[in-house]
């Protein structure tokens, strides 16, 4: 006899609409700072991690911390991948 319920370790449904989904915070801050590097990077979100001796490390260590930190971390994410969508366009 078989039980019809999903198991306790079954994987969360699909989110094709979130282009967050399956991206790891260290993954975003890594293309950020790939991106617009670490000036760049402190000019559009000032918090020390990345103003004061940065490291992917550091800025993980604070952005798991501080829930708006990290907000404003993918919505910058997002803003990065909007524009090199319509670069790619061109």
């Not at 999903?6 to 399956?22: I, K, T």
Request: hydrophobic share 35%; charged share 20%.
């Amino acid at each position: 006899m078989t039980d019809a319920s999903p198991s306790p370790a079954s994987p969360p449904p699909a989110q094709p609409r979130n282009p967050l989904h399956g991206i790891t915070l260290e993954a975003m801050v890594v293309a950020l700072q790939q991106h617009f590097g670490w000036d760049g990077l402190s000019s559009r979100i000032p918090v020390r991690c990345f103003q004061n001796d940065p490291s992917v490390a550091s800025s993980l260590r604070f952005l798991r911390k501080t829930p708006w930190a990290r907000e404003k971390v993918e919505g910058l994410y997002l803003f990065m991948l909007r524009e090199q969508r319509r670069n790619a366009r061109r």
